[in-house]
C-alpha cells in the first residue's frame, strides 16, 4: 500500500507542473524576456523570448524585443534577422527601422544601412518611445550621446549617411550629407568630424583644417580631431607633427592609430626605440591589426632584431595570407639570414598573390643567383625590368652573364 501511495503522489505532483506549465503562455515568456532585459540579463531574456515565439511564431513585438536582446549579446546577425521579421509586418516602425539601420551600419552593410536611414528622413518625426539610442564618437571613448526616436533624430540620420558616403568613397555626397546636419544641430562637434574627414579624403586640406579646428573650439579634448590635424601638418617640421600626435595620444590613450602614426614618424625620424614603444601600444589596442605588426617587424629588422622581424611579418600573414608586402618582408629578412631556398619560396608567394610585383621577382632573382640558379635568376631580373624595376648595368651584368 505504501507504494501506491507513493505513485500516486508523483502522478499528483507530475500532474500538477504540467497544469502550471499550460497556464506559461507566449504572453508569460514575453513579460519575463522583457522583465530580464530591463535587469540586462540577456542570455534569461533571450531563452524567454525564443520560447515565447516557440509558443506563438507570429507575436511580433517578442521579434523586436529578442532583436535588441541578441544586440547588447553581439550577436549582430541573429539581431537583424529578428529585425527583418519584425519590419515585414511592421514597415514604418520608425524604432524598428532605426535600430535596423544602425545595426545594418555597424554590421558593414552600407547599400543596406542607407536605404533605411534615407526611409527614416521620409517618416513622420515626434514617435513617441521608450527606447534611448546612444551614438558613440567617432574614435574617442567619451560618454556617447543619448537620443529617443521621440527626438528630432534627422541630424544624425544625415552624419549617418555622411559616414556610409564616406565609407563608399563618395566624398562629395558625404559632404552634402553631412552639410545636412550641422545645419539642423550646429552645436554638434561630432558632424563637423565627419565632414572634416571627408573634406581630407577628397584631397581639400583647408577646409579639413578648418573643421577639424571648428571641431577643437567645441570639444577642446577631441583626439581623432588632433590626430588629423597633425596629419594634415605632416609637411612640417618633424617635432610639431610629433607634438600634436602626442596630445592626440593624451587626449585620448585608447586610439591606436595615433600611436601607429607617431611611431611611423618616429621610425622615419630613426628614434627606433620610441618607435618600438608606439607600436607596441597600437598593437595592445589593436592585436588584429597586420599592418601595425608589419611596421613593428620593419623596426625590428632595422634594429637588427632579425628573430622578432620574422615573428612580426609572420604574424602579418597569418592575419593576412594574401598581403604579398608580408611575405616580400619575411623573405628579405630570410635573405639577410642566409637563408635563401627559404626566401624563394617567400618571394614566390608574394608573386603567386601578386604577379606583377616586381619588386618580389627582383628580389628572388638575387636570392637564385646566391643559391646558383643563374638562369632563373636572369628570367626574373628580366621580368623585374618589364615590371618597372629600374636595373642597373652591374646587377644585370652579373646576374645575366
Excluded at 111 to 119: P, Q, R
Aim: aromatic share 12%.
Amino acid at each position: 500500500m505504501a507504494l501506491i501511495r507513493i505513485c500516486c503522489v508523483a502522478i499528483f505532483v507530475a500532474g500538477g507542473s504540467v497544469l502550471a506549465q499550460e497556464k506559461r503562455t507566449a504572453l508569460y515568456y514575453f513579460e519575463k524576456g522583457e522583465t530580464a532585459a530591463s535587469a540586462r540579463s540577456y542570455k534569461t531574456a533571450l531563452a524567454h523570448f525564443t520560447e515565447c515565439l516557440r509558443l506563438e511564431p507570429y507575436f511580433m513585438q517578442a521579434y523586436f524585443s529578442r532583436a535588441q536582446v541578441r544586440e547588447a549579446l553581439g550577436d549582430k546577425q541573429g539581431a537583424l534577422t529578428d529585425y527583418n521579421i519584425f519590419l515585414e509586418s511592421n514597415p514604418d516602425d520608425k524604432e524598428a527601422l532605426f535600430s535596423r539601420a544602425v545595426s545594418r551600419f555597424e554590421y558593414g552593410q552600407w547599400a543596406v544601412a542607407k536605404e533605411d536611414f534615407l526611409k527614416l528622413l521620409k517618416l513622420p518625426t515626434g514617435i513617441e518611445t521608450n527606447t534611448v539610442f546612444f551614438q558613440s564618437q567617432k574614435g574617442d571613448d567619451g560618454v556617447s550621446k543619448a537620443f529617443s526616436a521621440g527626438n528630432n533624430l534627422r541630424p544624425m540620420f544625415y552624419d549617418y549617411l555622411g559616414q556610409i558616403e564616406l565609407k563608399l568613397k563618395n566624398y562629395a555626397q558625404a559632404t552634402v550629407c553631412f552639410d545636412s546636419a550641422i545645419r539642423m544641430a550646429p552645436d554638434q562637434y561630432n558632424f563637423y568630424l565627419g565632414r572634416g574627414l571627408a573634406h581630407q579624403q577628397a584631397g581639400d586640406t583647408t577646409k579639413a583644417r578648418s573643421d577639424f579646428e571648428k571641431v577643437l573650439q567645441l570639444d577642446s579634448d577631441n583626439s581623432l580631431a588632433r590626430h588629423n590635424l597633425a596629419l594634415l601638418k605632416g609637411n612640417q617640421p618633424t617635432a610639431e607633427t610629433e607634438r600634436m600626435l602626442t596630445e592626440a595620444i593624451a587626449a585620448n590613450p585608447k586610439l591606436p592609430y595615433s600611436f601607429a602614426e607617431r611611431g611611423l614618424l618616429r621610425l622615419n625620424a630613426g628614434n627606433f626605440a620610441g618607435a618600438l614603444g608606439d607600436y607596441n601600444e597600437a598593437i595592445k589596442l589593436e592585436p588584429d591589426n597586420y599592418d601595425y605588426y608589419l611596421n613593428r617587424g620593419l623596426i625590428k629588422e632595422r634594429s637588427k632584431d632579425f628573430t622578432g622581424a620574422l615573428a612580426d611579418y609572420k604574424q602579418v600573414i597569418t592575419l593576412k595570407p594574401e598581403y604579398e608586402k608580408g611575405w616580400l618582408s619575411h623573405g628579405n629578412v630570410m635573405v639577410k639570414l642566409n637563408r635563401f631556398k627559404e626566401a624563394v619560396e617567400d618571394y614566390t608567394a608574394a608573386i603567386t598573390y601578386y604577379p606583377e610585383y616586381g619588386l618580389a621577382f627582383y628580389n628572388r632573382a638575387q636570392a637564385l643567383h646566391r643559391l646558383g640558379k643563374l638562369a632563373e635568376a636572369c628570367s626574373d631580373l628580366k621580368k623585374a625590368k618589364e615590371l618597372g624595376i629600374n636595373i642597373s648595368t652591374k646587377v644585370e651584368t652579373t646576374l645575366c652573364k
